[in-house]
């Protein structure tokens, strides 16, 4: 198993660029979600998906939008990308949302200028 | 307040220390908590889940306190390849969403010195 993998692993945008970051799975986890994660700060929530078709907001929402079309994939679209964006972008994986393991991929770098 | 505090660290100990770090969570509903570790430039891992009895694994023994709030991790015997960062993570209640959520806290940073 691959476990959960991203792509890229780093990026430059420009401001008022938009980018969507990959994310897929292969362990059939019904619970996907993305995390930004910035200096000083824990791991921030900013959307998650319960399982195909559904998706909903984390603590961390706007500028972003997700969709699950599929139990693999979960990919996070950045709509006009800004400064304030500049992170490190990670997905997870868990059987579900609560008290299971969450497997983490290996990180998207983000820097926008 | 942040909803789950860490001492940033970082902590640096020698080897074969013993080591522990506290974690303090503002919500009383809290029902699931986890250490998780985080290698420098590396996604976190999970390193064990924190049990109301308290729990060990193999060096690391974590507790939790319910009344004061707070989980603690002691690792014993301080290995170099324990130097990381390590996560304190909380399940709870979100009053800015309405659900339930993971929330983590910022993090201990563990040197372990030759």
């Known amino acids: 198993n691959a476990g959960v993998t991203q792509t890229p692993k780093f990026q430059v945008l420009k401001t008022g660029q938009s980018m969507t970051l990959q994310c897929a799975q292969d362990m059939n986890h019904e619970y996907m979600s993305w995390y930004r994660q910035d200096p000083g700060m824990g791991l921030r929530l900013i959307h998650y998906s319960v399982g195909a078709g559904i998706t909903d907001q984390g603590e961390v929402p706007n500028g972003y939008n997700v969709s699950r079309s599929t139990t693999e994939d979960f990919p996070l679209r950045l709509l006009s990308a800004a400064p304030s964006q500049t992170s490190v972008y990670f997905c997870?994986?868990?059987?579900?949302?609560?008290?299971?393991?969450?497997?983490f991929g290996p990180g998207t770098r983000l820097t926008v200028t | 307040r942040k909803e789950v505090e860490q001492d940033p660290g970082p902590f640096n100990v020698p080897e074969g220390a013993t080591v522990a770090f506290n974690c303090t969570y503002s919500?009383?509903?809290?029902?699931?908590f986890f250490w998780y570790r985080q290698d420098c430039r590396k996604e976190p891992k999970l390193l064990m889940s924190v049990y109301s009895s308290g729990n060990e694994d193999g060096r690391f023994t974590a507790q939790l306190n319910r009344a004061s709030q707070y989980i603690s991790l002691l690792i014993r015997d301080s290995k170099l390849s324990d130097s990381a960062t390590y996560l304190c993570?909380?399940?709870?209640?979100?009053?800015?969403?309405?659900?339930?959520?993971?929330?983590f806290g910022s993090g201990t940073r563990l040197q372990v010195q030759p």
């Open positions: 997870a994986s868990s059987y579900n949302r609560e008290g299971y393991e969450q497997y």
């Open positions: 993570v909380v399940n709870f209640y979100r009053m800015d969403t309405g659900r339930r959520a993971l929330t």
């Open positions: 919500n009383s509903a809290s029902q699931s």
